[in-house]
């Protein structure tokens, strides 16, 4: 495949975050980007050359951002497969392929894929009807996690339930969805590990990091994961597999439990750069996003080296202000570097940004932990006439 070399056009769909910190790379490497969201002035659309505004769904506007583009990327999975597919049928360059997104856009798909490739996973069943859910609740068993099989992030279109009550209820709130049923996963710890591959198949993979959340969404990520060797050893076998399995070009994550006799089942896979790995950007000699527009363009994935320890931090918006707090006394510590996503609107649990700490190789993750506990309180949002 031919390498695509700066001064080229790489094309985004998705105005989010994920779209904003690769178009940052990209612009740095010396590309020009273009991008489509439909809402003007989106994080990605403030440092794009070029925005489409239109809805994903729009496949005239997908195929002029198509005709701008020397190959295009997603920044998030609910895009539509038809886009992707259109876009392939055209000879447009898009990475990942509509076979990997058909797959990680769809839990029912995504964990058959896993069990296929003997990769372990939760033990789940797909519901649709009331009978579908009595069979799961017999079959599969409590606790479970009743999520919807397509259009769910950070923990929306889910449902812990414990008993047949609650299932029933989860149940009416999401009729007429198609859905999974999932064992709950007694797990230790989360884990999650970005992976790269190119074009012509050169394949790269990042440090573990263990992932913790706080209501379903992502709070911290800390690299090292402080799990044995063997763990991470495993962990980076998965992502290869499910790399080869997917044919897979681009950057992707997979999200773990860990089960307490050490075992691994995959959670999911996010085929895009993944907030876990927004640590890579000041911590590794390769970014997860300059890893994606390499791997797209064809050019050389050397390996990342983790240069520090390092725990990242999401900055949630509270709903009492749009202004954020702090920032002075956060940045006080010369190892913080704050990442904020150009989003005026700081409505409850909305990503406004991250801040990455860095500490020396070496660092207990407890102690990251703490730290980075410690430099979150300094946050907080507030209007601006309460300055
Ligand atoms: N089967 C499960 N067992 C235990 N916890 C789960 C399970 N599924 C989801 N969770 C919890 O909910 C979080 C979000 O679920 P996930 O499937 O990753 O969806 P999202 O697309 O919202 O990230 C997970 O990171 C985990 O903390
Ligand atoms: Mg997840």
Redesign the pocket.
């Known amino acids: 495949m031919r390498a695509i070399s700066p001064e080229a056009t790489i094309g985004i769909l998705g105005g989010g975050q994920l779209g904003r910190m690769l178009a940052l790379d990209a612009k740095r490497m010396g590309y020009r980007v273009a991008m489509l969201d439909p809402t003007p002035n989106s994080p990605c659309g403030q440092i794009a050359d070029q925005q489409v505004v239109a809805s994903y769904g729009d496949l005239a506007a997908v195929q002029r951002l198509g005709v701008m583009c020397d190959a295009v990327t997603y920044e998030f999975e609910n895009v539509d497969v038809r886009a992707v597919e259109l876009l392939e049928g055209s000879g447009v360059r898009i990475a990942p392929g509509s076979r990997a997104l058909r797959v990680a856009q769809h839990?029912l798909r995504e964990k058959r894929f896993l069990r296929d490739q003997d990769i372990a996973v939760?033990p789940f069943a797909a519901v649709t009807t009331a009978d579908d859910l009595t069979s799961a609740g017999e079959h599969v068993g409590y606790p479970?996690?009743i999520?919807t099989a397509a259009g769910?992030?950070?923990?929306?279109?889910?449902a812990?339930v414990h008993t047949r009550a609650q299932a029933l209820q989860a149940f009416e709130r999401l009729r007429g969805r198609e859905l999974i049923w999932?064992?709950?996963?007694?797990?230790t710890r989360?884990l999650g590990i970005i992976c790269a591959r190119s074009e012509s198949g050169q394949m790269v993979t990042y440090p573990l990091t263990q992932?913790i959340?706080e209501e379903?969404?992502?709070a911290f990520s800390v690299v090292p994961a402080g799990v044995p060797a063997p763990v991470e050893e495993r962990a980076r076998e998965i992502a290869q597999r499910i790399a080869l399995g997917l044919d897979f070009v681009g950057t992707f994550c997979v999200?773990f439990?860990l089960l307490p006799d050490g075992e691994l089942l995959v959670?999911?896979i996010?085929p895009r750069p993944h907030n876990s790995g927004h640590y890579t950007i000041d911590a590794c000699t390769l970014s997860q996003f300059e890893a994606q527009l390499r791997a797209i363009c064809d050019l050389p994935l050397p390996a990342p080296r983790l240069t520090s320890s390092a725990v990242m931090v999401n900055i949630l918006g509270s709903g009492s202000g749009d202004r954020l707090l702090g920032i002075p006394e956060l940045l006080s510590d010369p190892a913080v570097s704050l990442h904020l996503y150009g989003k005026r609107q700081a409505l409850a649990r909305r990503k406004m940004g991250h801040f990455t700490l860095l500490r020396d190789p070496g660092t207990p993750p407890a102690q990251l932990l703490q730290t980075a506990r410690e430099a979150r309180k300094r946050l907080s949002w507030g209007s601006a006439s309460a300055l």
């Open positions: 839990r939760t479970a996690v999520k769910g992030y950070d923990g929306k279109g889910q812990v999932e064992r709950f996963a007694p797990f989360e992932n959340h379903n969404i992502l999200e439990f959670n999911e996010a």
